[in-house]
């Protein structure tokens, strides 16, 4: 006789069976009724037993025949996107479609003409907030807000992003740039040590830059030495030196730098956890997560006092000023601060528009936007020019006309920035942001019981209510049908085995952007036309002012640089949402790639396979074959090494490097 306990579990097991089987016939209706491609898998994306299950399940499934899973188990993945990458859609014939299971409908995107669509219909299509609550860890912030109190958050936080600020962004990149290529190369430059790790340097550049220009924090450089265990590297070049950025505040545990990186470290563990549970786990990754968590919460509400007084005060703002900007944006100014007379009387001052929590989420999410994207982007050029030595050549030819020679002390940010934009520096900018950018998936999504009407590959199509919308910037930067392309560089050793096999779009070549066909540059120029119009009739469609909202309708890239139409290169997102710190990340990217090649070649480490004494006696043939073995074990670790979390980074395995004096180069061909 079965036990009461048994009978329980055995119809709770039938319960949720019959409710899996009830979502999914009307999800599969739906997306029947949608007219819009669609795949059946047996897992919702988002699921958190799918989350768990993954790594045992999948190595299961691939043994299975293809013909029994395809097209299905490709998208099964939580990190199809870049495993597949273009081919997914290729292979359904379609560049949207929507996937299929018990727990919901989601529509994947890789067509410019339906992204245009979304973006621009916020109202129909607003952002799935739920997803981004991992970021309120301090409090609601710009990307984590949707509707009205995104418009609030997104009206105080874009005044202090302008071309003056940018001023201050180009000098303090060229300042941390030095210290940077310092660290590469010793006091007196002549140094080439193998870099292990260039994140850990281009993660060093840009919170130093951020912390400075957003928080006025000056930050230094530590004695930075690859080891196994970087952290400890850190935690103890953050107790040996006596720069005052490491100078501990009385009442803290940590350093302010050393609070910061820990925590961004272990952010995801910050996120996933809760903090109530975090602070009671006895691990020493735990431990040190929480402490960080609360050190710098600690630091950024000093930070925030301080400036409070300070705007009370009604002194003088200097530079960027995130912080200030953040703190008078919501209401807070030397004439909103009740007089004492006013205090006896029972008066109280204005609400703020941001609480202080909320200012110091914005604070947060700032820091970590501003910093971890532009970090990405300067390792991956770097590893990219490293493989790539005929771009790096250009690129540094580029260099050598807009500086002529001149120290950069004698940099100027009005003379000398244009011309960046708008030379091979742009276009290394530019195609770095393309095959890696830093969201490689921007969500969207549709309110229950509102389906939405949408144009999908030039049919009438219905988005279900209720449905996860996933543009994929991954795919829709390597859709043949808005890139110049050529045939593959060499149809040997492939990019990626399965995408884009028949042209060069898996490849890093920054040349594409460059313009030398008239009718192509005149073609640029309308389509960069198109787009502020189009952003422009949305917004008084919606009875909104952009430039209130701070919303910047120009172009990603030069006006005399390739620009493909609209809703097919999303490097800073699309629409209202896009990027509001995307000046500030350009100008950074390109000052520190103008210091290190107008000095530097930058070229892949060989040391798994020869000393550097066994190099210099190698003639060209045993060299060209060594480095080939280096770029082909790159090109391997990018392409399986590559992991979400938060952005799209390089988690697993290193590319090493080495960078050295121009004209010592040994890879130079």
């Not at 609070?259 to 809760?274: G, R």
Request: charged share 25%; net charge neutral; with cysteine.
């Amino acid at each position: 006789m079965l036990s009461y306990v048994g009978i329980a579990f055995l119809g709770a097991v039938i319960l949720f069976a019959w409710s899996n089987y009830r979502s999914f016939s009307k999800n599969l209706a739906a997306a029947k009724a949608s007219n819009i491609r669609y795949v059946i898998v047996p897992f919702y994306y988002h699921s958190p037993v799918w989350v768990l299950i993954q790594p045992v399940l999948m190595p299961i499934l691939r043994k299975l025949p293809k013909s029994w899973t395809f097209p299905w188990l490709n998208v099964l993945p939580r990190e199809f996107t870049w495993d597949h990458l273009f081919s997914i859609y290729k292979d359904l014939g379609a560049d949207s479609f929507i996937v299929v299971s018990p727990g919901g409908n989601m529509l994947w995107t890789a067509d410019a003409q339906t992204i245009v669509q979304i973006t621009t219909r916020r109202n129909d299509f607003p952002k799935p907030v739920w997803m981004y609550s991992m970021l309120d860890i301090y409090g609601k912030n710009l990307v984590s807000s949707e509707g009205q109190i995104w418009r609030t958050h997104r009206k105080i936080t874009s005044p202090p992003f302008t071309e003056k600020s940018n001023h201050a962004v180009w000098a303090e990149s060229i300042r941390q740039s030095e210290f940077m290529l310092e660290a590469f190369t010793g006091p007196d430059g002549q140094k080439s040590p193998t870099i292990e790790n260039a994140r850990k340097y281009s993660l060093r550049v840009s919170l130093n830059v951020i912390s400075c220009v957003g928080f006025g924090k000056q930050l230094s450089w530590p004695s930075l030495k690859d080891t196994k265990d970087e952290r400890n590297s850190i935690l103890k070049d953050a107790q040996t030196s006596s720069t005052d950025d490491v100078v501990m505040n009385a009442g803290h545990s940590m350093p302010y730098n050393t609070a910061l990186e820990v925590l961004l470290d272990h952010i995801l563990i910050v996120i996933v956890i809760p903090r109530s549970i975090l602070k009671l786990i006895p691990l020493k990754r735990t431990r040190l997560a929480y402490q960080s968590f609360t050190e710098w919460k600690m630091y950024m509400n000093e930070m925030f006092q301080a400036k409070k007084a300070e705007v009370i005060s009604g002194r003088e703002q200097v530079g960027l000023d995130l912080m200030g900007a953040l703190i008078k944006g919501s209401g807070i100014t030397d004439k909103s601060a009740p007089l004492s007379s006013e205090v006896e009387k029972g008066r109280t001052p204005p609400k703020q528009l941001l609480s202080d929590e909320e200012i110091i989420g914005n604070a947060f999410v700032f820091l970590v936007a501003g910093h971890e994207t532009t970090a990405n982007s300067i390792e991956f050029s770097f590893l990219y020019l490293a493989m790539n030595v005929s771009s790096q050549r250009h690129l540094q030819k580029d260099l050598d006309a807009i500086f002529n020679g001149r120290p950069s002390s004698e940099w100027d940010y009005e003379r000398d920035i244009p011309k960046l934009f708008s030379s091979m520096a742009g276009a290394v900018m530019n195609e770095e942001l393309r095959l890696i950018p830093p969201a490689p998936n921007i969500p969207k999504c549709t309110l229950p019981n509102m389906p939405q009407r949408l144009v999908v590959d030039g049919k009438e199509c219905i988005v279900p209510a209720d449905t996860q919308i996933h543009i994929c910037a991954l795919a829709v930067h390597r859709n043949p049908k808005y890139w110049p392309s050529n045939p593959p560089s060499d149809p040997k050793h492939l990019v990626h085995p399965t995408s884009n096999a028949d042209n060069d779009l898996e490849e890093f070549r920054p040349e594409r952007w460059l313009q030398e066909d008239v009718k192509t540059i005149k073609a640029t120029i309308d389509n960069q036309k198109t787009s502020s119009k189009l952003d422009a009739q949305s917004a008084t469609k919606m009875g909104e002012n952009l430039a209130d909202l701070g919303i910047d309708t120009t172009s990603d890239t030069a006006a005399n640089l390739y620009s493909p139409m609209k809703g097919a290169y999303l490097p800073f997102s699309e629409g209202y949402r896009a990027c509001i710190g995307r000046r500030f990340a350009q100008v950074e990217i390109l000052a520190v790639l103008a210091v290190i090649f107008t000095q530097y070649s930058v070229e892949l480490a060989v040391d798994d396979w020869a000393t550097d004494e066994e190099v210099e006696k190698m003639n060209e043939e045993e060299r060209r074959e060594l480095w080939w073995k280096a770029k082909n074990q790159a090109m391997q670790t990018m392409r399986t090494g590559m992991l979400t979390a938060i952005t799209i980074q390089l988690r697993k395995g290193k590319v090493p490097l080495k960078f050295v004096r121009r004209g010592k180069e040994r890879f130079d061909f």
